[in-house]
């Protein structure tokens, strides 16, 4: 019961600090949520796409970004998580990438960490990777289940937003090829497209409507189309 109340709360931190428009600012306000509330030193997410993984956000326990992120995470285990389908928990030795053959010891530390994966619909579609000090406790599973279900949780936002945006861009363009197909107009120009949309609402208004401009510009082409889409009955008539 504790964990659901913990993470029912650590979900609405989430998504009151976050701008939900921005999936850079969710998963960076996610990062510093999980640091938080679970005793992480750092932590990244890692956006899947293209066969390949990017890093979305980097934080750290002070609250600030994190430089080189990816040069700074043991690849190996990252892909073996990609590979796996499966959470990954350890306390081992950290060995930044751009540690030399000649380096000494005295850059490694030996870190918690736990990296897991996030699906949506089926498909993985990011890693968060998150390391905990030395001294503190591993990541126990009832820590690894409820940060696998929060993650979840957030990645379900995220790809329900990308499907209403998806709609709605269909949508927008599904009425503008009505429009185009009853006013004899095409164009995908963002300033025509505009030009369509006025025009429809025009056409909705029962009142007379002035278009004014220059000789040539094609006033009479949009008076043709705002009455073609009025319904009006009757044969538009031109005077010059």
Same mark, same amino acid.
Request: glycine share 8%; hydrophobic share 40%; proline share 4%.
């Given at each position: 019961?504790?964990?659901?109340?913990?993470?029912?709360?650590?979900?609405?931190?989430?998504?009151?600090? %976050?701008?939900?428009?921005?999936?850079? &600012?969710?998963?960076?306000?996610?990062?510093?949520?999980?640091?938080?509330?679970?005793?992480? #030193?750092?932590?990244?997410?890692?956006?899947?796409?293209? $066969? &390949?993984?990017?890093?979305?956000?980097?934080?750290?326990?002070?609250?600030?970004?994190?430089?080189?992120?990816?040069?700074?995470?043991?690849?190996?285990?990252?892909? *073996?998580?990609?590979?796996?389908?499966?959470?990954?928990?350890? *306390?081992?030795?950290?060995?930044?990438?751009?540690?030399? &053959?000649?380096?000494?010891?005295?850059?490694?530390?030996?870190?918690?960490?736990?990296?897991?994966?996030?699906? %949506?619909?089926?498909?993985?579609?990011?890693?968060?990777?998150?390391?905990?000090?030395?001294?503190?406790?591993?990541?126990?599973?009832?820590?690894?289940?409820?940060?696998?279900?929060?993650?979840?949780?957030? #990645?379900?936002?995220?790809?329900?937003?990308?499907?209403?945006? *998806?709609?709605?861009? #269909?949508?927008?363009?599904?009425?503008? #090829?009505?429009?185009? @197909?009853?006013?004899?107009?095409? @164009?995908?120009?963002?300033?025509?497209?505009?030009?369509? *949309?006025?025009?429809?609402?025009?056409?909705?208004?029962?009142?007379?409507?002035?278009?004014? $401009?220059?000789?040539?510009?094609?006033?009479?082409?949009? %008076?043709?189309?705002?009455?073609?889409?009025? $319904?009006?009955? $009757?044969?538009?008539?031109?005077?010059?």
């Amino acid at each position: 019961m504790r964990a659901a109340m913990d993470r029912y709360r650590i979900f609405h931190s989430i998504i009151g600090a %976050a701008d939900l428009t921005s999936m850079q &600012s969710v998963m960076g306000c996610m990062l510093d949520q999980l640091i938080l509330a679970f005793d992480v #030193e750092r932590g990244t997410y890692l956006s899947s796409g293209g $066969g &390949s993984l990017r890093c979305m956000a980097a934080r750290t326990a002070m609250g600030s970004d994190i430089p080189n992120p990816m040069v700074q995470i043991p690849n190996e285990i990252i892909q *073996k998580v990609v590979v796996s389908g499966n959470p990954f928990s350890a *306390k081992m030795p950290i060995i930044p990438k751009n540690m030399g &053959s000649a380096s000494s010891w005295g850059g490694v530390q030996i870190k918690n960490i736990l990296a897991l994966p996030s699906e %949506a619909g089926g498909v993985l579609v990011g890693v968060t990777y998150l390391e905990r000090k030395n001294n503190y406790p591993v990541f126990n599973q009832s820590v690894i289940d409820t940060i696998s279900a929060l993650v979840q949780d957030i #990645e379900g936002i995220i790809s329900n937003s990308r499907k209403y945006e *998806k709609s709605v861009y #269909e949508i927008d363009n599904l009425k503008n #090829e009505i429009i185009m @197909s009853k006013i004899n107009m095409i @164009s995908q120009h963002p300033v025509m497209l505009r030009l369509f *949309k006025q025009i429809d609402k025009l056409a909705r208004v029962p009142t007379t409507v002035l278009i004014h $401009g220059e000789s040539g510009t094609g006033k009479e082409l949009v %008076a043709r189309a705002i009455y073609n889409l009025s $319904g009006l009955k $009757g044969q538009f008539i031109s005077m010059n």
